[in-house]
């Protein structure tokens, strides 16, 4: 069965500091593994997915994840974060009947 | 594409009232999926189609909540009678396999439920 755990529920950085958002899974094969962002009083919005065509996916608002298999880890990073960026994230495996699993979710607090 | 349109985006109604929620996937997707979104219990899946057939509504709370899609443009999710507690965000979303069969959802922008 697949899983995933987002290591920190809430993560607090500085503007202009690096993003690091932590995911692992759990899965009986190589999955595919999205991040979603959710901004205040939005809807979920797609960041970034990966489908081992490459292990490293580049997203959306300079964001990108690292699958690394060894680790069963699919982390969420930023080099500088903006203060656009405070919102929650979600780290989601899709089962094989087509329904997303979802992580619980990390809160991204960026300071000025 | 106007991505996953839901409707209305705001609903306030009184305790005892029925609710109809309203949502229109993206063109060509043949899955749906019905969310609710609390403080409380963060985001569940209540009822999700493939090919406008429900394939697995065991989210659904209780008999309150109905759910159906005439065509694979339409989907409504109601609820009769309301109640305080089904006050939340409730989102659609749809998805259409892809080669890698990668199934990310697009979420509609969410309705907003207040039950007094």
């Known amino acids: 069965a697949q899983s995933v755990t987002q290591l920190d529920s809430h993560v607090s950085v500085s503007e202009g500091t690096p993003v690091l958002l932590r995911c692992n899974y759990s899965s009986s094969y190589s999955p595919s593994l999205f991040w979603y962002v959710q901004h205040p009083n939005k809807g979920l919005q797609l960041l970034l997915k990966y489908t081992s065509a490459a292990t490293l996916v580049k997203g959306i608002n300079g964001f990108e994840a690292e699958f690394k298999k060894s680790e069963t880890s699919f982390h969420l990073t930023k080099p500088s974060a903006h203060m656009s960026d405070a919102a929650e994230y979600f780290c989601v495996v899709p089962s094989n009947t087509g329904k997303l699993i979802f992580g619980q979710g990390t809160t991204l607090q960026v300071k000025p | 594409d106007a991505g996953v349109i839901q409707s209305p985006r705001h609903e306030v109604t009184e305790m005892g009232q029925e609710v109809t929620l309203r949502c229109k996937p993206i063109?060509?997707?043949?899955?749906l999926f019905w969310y609710r979104q609390t403080m409380m219990r963060g985001l569940e899946l209540l009822i999700y189609?493939?090919?406008?057939?429900?394939?697995?509504d065991s989210g659904m709370p209780e008999d309150r909540f109905s759910a159906k899609m005439p065509n694979a443009s339409f989907s409504t999710l109601k609820i009769q009678p309301s109640e305080p507690r089904d006050s939340a965000v409730y989102f659609c979303a749809s998805s259409q396999p892809g080669t890698s069969g990668s199934y990310e959802q697009y979420f509609g922008p969410g309705t907003r439920l207040t039950v007094t």
């Open positions: 063109s060509g997707h043949n899955s």
């Open positions: 189609f493939n090919n406008n057939v429900p394939i697995d």
